[in-house]
C-alpha cells in the first residue's frame, strides 16, 4: 500500500498535471473533453490517495504465532466442503489483503464471517445461492 501511495503521489499526480496543462493550453474549456477527463482522473487519484492514507493510519499489524485454537483474523485454515470434499485452506485477512484466487479471504466475506471463533472439527455454514454449504475445519495454524 505504501508503494501504491508513493506511486500515486508521484507519479500519477504530476502526469495528470501534464494532461491538465496540455489540455488548457487548447484553448475553449467549454467543450474541452480532455480537460474534462483529466479533472475526472485527478478526482479519482486523489480519492485514492486519501483512501490509501486512512487505511496506513489505522492500520494494525496482527503477529502470526503458533499454532491456534479458534479461527481468527491472520489464522491459516484447512476445510473440506460437505461430508469429505478436497481439502482447501485459506488465510483469514483484512478486507483490504483479500486475495481469493491467492486462498486469501477477507474476515468480513461470508465464508470468513462463518469461520471466526470456530475451532477444528466445528462445521460452518455458509447461505449461498444455491442453498447452504457446510464446511467441516479439519486444521488450523
Known amino acids: 500500500m505504501k508503494e501504491e501511495l508513493n506511486y500515486l503521489r508521484n507519479v500519477r499526480r504530476r502526469e495528470i498535471a501534464n494532461r491538465l496543462h496540455d489540455a488548457l493550453e487548447e484553448g475553449d474549456l467549454l467543450e474541452n473533453a480532455e480537460l474534462e477527463d483529466a479533472r475526472n482522473e485527478q478526482a479519482f487519484v486523489e480519492g485514492k490517495i486519501i483512501e490509501i492514507e486512512e487505511m496506513l493510519g489505522s492500520a494494525v499489524i496482527i503477529e502470526e504465532n503458533g499454532p491456534h485454537?479458534?479461527?481468527?483474523?491472520?489464522?491459516?485454515?484447512?476445510?473440506?466442503?460437505?461430508?469429505?470434499?478436497?481439502?482447501?485452506?485459506?488465510?483469514?485477512?483484512?478486507?483490504?489483503?483479500?486475495?481469493?484466487?491467492?486462498?486469501?479471504?477477507?474476515?468480513?466475506?461470508?465464508?470468513?464471517?462463518?469461520?471466526?471463533?470456530?475451532?477444528?472439527?466445528?462445521?460452518?455454514?455458509?447461505n449461498a445461492p444455491d442453498g447452504m454449504l457446510k464446511f467441516k475445519i479439519i486444521g488450523i495454524e
Open 69 to 126: 485454537e479458534s479461527v481468527g483474523l491472520g489464522s491459516r485454515v484447512t476445510i473440506t466442503e460437505g461430508d469429505g470434499g478436497a481439502p482447501e485452506t485459506y488465510h483469514i485477512v483484512g478486507s483490504a489483503e483479500a486475495d481469493p484466487g491467492a486462498g486469501m479471504i477477507s474476515n468480513e466475506s461470508p465464508l470468513g464471517r462463518a469461520l471466526m471463533g470456530k475451532s477444528v472439527g466445528d462445521v460452518a455454514e455458509v
